[in-house]
Structures are given as structure tokens and as C-alpha cells.
T-cell receptor, first 114, second 114 residues
Framework: EAQVTQNPRYLITVTGKKLTVTCSQN?????MSWYRQDPGLGLRQIYY???????DKGDVPEGYKVSRKEKRNFPLILESPSPNQTSLYFC?????????????FGPGTRLTVT | AQSVTQLDSQVPVFEEAPVELRCNYS??????LFWYVQYPNQGLQLLLK??????LVESINGFEAEFNKSQTSFHLRKPSVHISDTAEYFC????????????FGTGTRLTVIP
């Protein structure tokens, strides 16, 4: 089954404790992206990757890091989480790097930073 | 840069009644237009998209949207809603000339009342 998986689905952590949210897709997609969803703000892009070893900032990259060492994986790293990073996070992938391709979303990771 | 406006944050409607969810966008370049749907506790799924050609696009579950270039709108409509249509709906745009970065509206929560 074609899918985007994220782990963990739920995470409660404390300020400053480094964490990683994993994202994996099995569709051989080139493009991958991370979004955060906050009430009243919709989804905002954090980082994206056009292919292996190619990443770039989205609209809200502060406080986040990413890496793309393999085509299928695109982990999101919070080196020192803060309460304002409490949010619902989605990973997405698509076949190509141009805007005409549908993006496939993972189920989401709900992060709470206390 | 692109931006998307969904003026209605919540739309309650009775079952079998028609519904229209409004979406307006602004962009200095040509765009692709999308509607994504998010059912409770799930990720986003593509509902329909406009890439080119006919300005009226349809989904498999009875929704349709019409691209209106002069009004920069892409409103979503359904002539008769079902309980199962209860979800949050996001309008999104991507730049035809740039990377596959989606810009989302803030979402409209459609609640179908029995």
C-alpha cells in the first residue's frame, strides 16, 4: 500500500530535550516536505526537499532541522524544543518537484512541549 | 508570493442541502489550485485540483470547484451534502514556475447536521 508514515504519532516532551520525528514514504517520490498545522493558521511549510541531499527552508523553519540522506526518509529534528513548537506536524511527499503534482500526507504527529 | 483566503472558518449545513466553501487567492504568477480534505484525526487527502484546461473540475464524491481567473477564486461546491462530508477543507495554491510548495488557506470546517 502506497503511504507516508510518521513516528511517533503522539509525543509529549519538555523544553530543550532534542527529539526527532521520522517520516518515510514507499512511493519513490522525489519531493518531501514538512508542515505544521495550528488552529486558525492552516498548514505552514517548515522545510522541503527536492531530492536526496537537497533541502530548503519553507515559511517557518526557525527551530527545526531536516536531512535527506535517503530518498524514502525525511526526518524532522527539533534540537531544543520550545513550547511554541507545540503543534500538529505533517510530512508529505509527491512525485515531482513542480507544483502540478499531488502531495500525499502522513497521518500527523501531535507534539506537546511543556 | 502566494496567499490563500478562506473567509469562512466554520460552515454548518443540514444533510442533503447544498454547500459552497469559498476560496480566494492572490499571486503574481500563474498557479495550480487544489482542495484538500482532512477527516477527523487523519492527514490531508486531495479532493480535486485545477491544473489547466476546463475551469470546472470535479471529484469522485460529488464535489466540484470552478476556477475563476478574473475573480481569483476557486470555490468548492456540492449540491447535496452527506453526514460523511463532515471534515475540514483546505484550499491551496502552488506556483507553476517554482518548486512544489503548497500555500494553504486557514481551512473551513464543514459540519453536516442530520
Amino acid at each position: 500500500e502506497a503511504q507516508v508514515t510518521q513516528n511517533p504519532r503522539y509525543l509529549i516532551t519538555v523544553t530543550g530535550k532534542k527529539l526527532t520525528v521520522t517520516c518515510s514514504q514507499n512511493m519513490n517520490h522525489e519531493y518531501m516536505s514538512w508542515y505544521r498545522q495550528d488552529p486558525g493558521l492552516g498548514l505552514r511549510q517548515i522545510y522541503y526537499s527536492m531530492n536526496v541531499e537537497v533541502t530548503d527552508k519553507g515559511d517557518v523553519p526557525e527551530g527545526y532541522k531536516v536531512s535527506r540522506k535517503e530518498k524514502r526518509n525525511f526526518p524532522l529534528i527539533l534540537e531544543s524544543p520550545s513550547p511554541n513548537q507545540t503543534s500538529l506536524y505533517f510530512c508529505a511527499s509527491s512525485k515531482g518537484g513542480t507544483g502540478r503534482y499531488e502531495q500525499y500526507f502522513g497521518p500527523g504527529t501531535r507534539l506537546t512541549v511543556t | 508570493a502566494q496567499s490563500v483566503t478562506q473567509l469562512d472558518s466554520q460552515v454548518p449545513v443540514f444533510e442533503e442541502a447544498p454547500v459552497e466553501l469559498r476560496c480566494n487567492y492572490s499571486s503574481s504568477v500563474s498557479v495550480y489550485l487544489f482542495w484538500y480534505v482532512q477527516y477527523p484525526n487523519q492527514g490531508l487527502q486531495l479532493l480535486l485540483k485545477y491544473l489547466s484546461g476546463s475551469t470546472l473540475v470535479e471529484s469522485i464524491n460529488g464535489f466540484e470547484a470552478e476556477f475563476n481567473k478574473s475573480q481569483t477564486s476557486f470555490h468548492l461546491r456540492k449540491p447535496s451534502v452527506h453526514i460523511s462530508d463532515t471534515a475540514e477543507y483546505f484550499c491551496a495554491v502552488s506556483d507553476k514556475t517554482g518548486a512544489n510548495n503548497l500555500f494553504f488557506g486557514t481551512g473551513t470546517r464543514l459540519t453536516v447536521i442530520p
